[in-house]
């Protein structure tokens, strides 16, 4: 099984046209489905389509049918209208989702980033700390969503050649990738333009945005790369159902270690928010309906995994340590599949 969403290789605008069809069949999950499809519509380049998708969630927010999050819809349309010269525009929705002041870290850091990558260094230094000192108070563990409020604060931080504070402690203990985040926000790779060699200087530069790109991406489009997990039973019914599916699922044992295999070397290449998510047949007959396509088809599968990771279902990979396994087994995940 291939895991979904292979970021290179898609039709945006097509994934954007069927999280569209799947929130008409799902209007439950409406919301995760039609924030996945603006995300991708602002890959596809189609900004202005993304921005009438986030007017249409902001303007389906009643009081008696509300958004879970608002706040996220709202920083997230703001970022993506600067993208396109609606800077006035932008800016007074950025105030107002920092007026509002959100539980969650996710709109702080969108509406930071916004601002940071328009060059806007204090607002950006400001608006993170404003969300860290709201979230993280001064937990000496801050829970894991609220690290990037103290990772973008810390960049920001550097590149204003401000001195480390209790919080950038904090930050540089929090993060575990190989490379510190002293290394990686050290503004001397940004300002050493004295450099002789523009080849050099235009790699670096290059590199600095590849890796705000990724971190922007992985945060603000806050959905799973999902496995497809099909329980025993659903598993029988499926393979029983259509023969051609058996070459997929030689076993169910397989099934699973070809799940835990496939998510350990996703996140060793670097992969951000993996998760697994259970199908089941008569859910994945209706998907495959809705697409006109016959459930036989291989190539669904993956297609359907993504729809159920959109519509907010997957549970994140790895568990949390001392938590049952994703497998359904009730035992610890490090003494199961995370053995
Ligand atoms: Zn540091
Ligand atoms: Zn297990």
Redesign the pocket.
């Known amino acids: 099984m291939r895991p979904d969403t292979p970021a290179e290789n898609v039709d945006h605008a097509a994934e954007a046209a069927r999280l569209e069809r799947t929130a008409g069949l799902y209007p439950e999950d409406a919301e995760a489905l039609l924030l996945r499809a603006a995300a991708h519509l602002e890959l596809s380049g189609d900004r202005p389509a993304a921005t009438r998708l986030y007017d249409r969630l902001l303007s389906s927010d009643t009081p008696s049918a509300p958004l879970d999050n608002p706040s996220l819809v709202r920083a997230l349309k703001a970022s993506n209208l600067w993208e396109y010269d609606h800077e006035a525009e932008a800016r007074a929705i950025i105030d107002g989702v920092r007026m509002a002041a959100p539980r969650d870290p996710a709109p702080w850091v969108i509406v930071a980033e916004a601002l940071e990558s328009h060059d806007e260094l204090e607002a950006a230094h400001e608006t993170f700390t404003e969300g860290a000192r709201l979230l993280v108070a001064d937990a000496a563990r801050p829970p894991q969503p609220t690290h990037p409020l103290l990772y973008g604060r810390?960049r920001v931080r550097?590149m204003l050649g401000l001195e480390?504070d209790e919080w950038?402690?904090l930050?540089?203990t929090l993060?575990s990738m190989p490379v510190?985040?002293?290394e990686l926000?050290d503004p001397k790779r940004v300002w050493s333009l004295g450099s002789d060699d523009p080849a050099d200087l235009e790699a670096e530069i290059s590199r600095l945005r590849a890796e705000l790109g990724a971190y922007r991406q992985a945060l603000s489009r806050p959905f799973p790369v999902a496995m497809l997990h099909w329980p025993a039973g659903e598993l029988a019914e499926l393979t029983e159902a259509y023969p051609s599916l058996s070459a997929e699922y030689p076993s169910y044992d397989d099934h699973l270690a070809s799940i835990e295999a496939a998510l350990r070397e996703l996140a060793s290449s670097g992969t951000p928010n993996l998760g697994v998510v259970p199908g089941t047949v008569p859910s994945y007959e209706a998907f495959a309906a809705s697409e006109g396509a016959s459930p036989a088809d291989p190539t669904l599968l993956p297609q359907y995994a993504t729809t159920l990771a959109a519509r907010g279902l997957a549970v994140t990979w790895p568990p949390q340590p001392g938590t049952a396994c994703w497998c359904g087994s009730q035992r610890p995940y490090g003494e199961c599949h995370g053995a």
């Open positions: 810390h550097r480390h950038d402690a930050a540089d993060h510190s985040l002293d926000h």
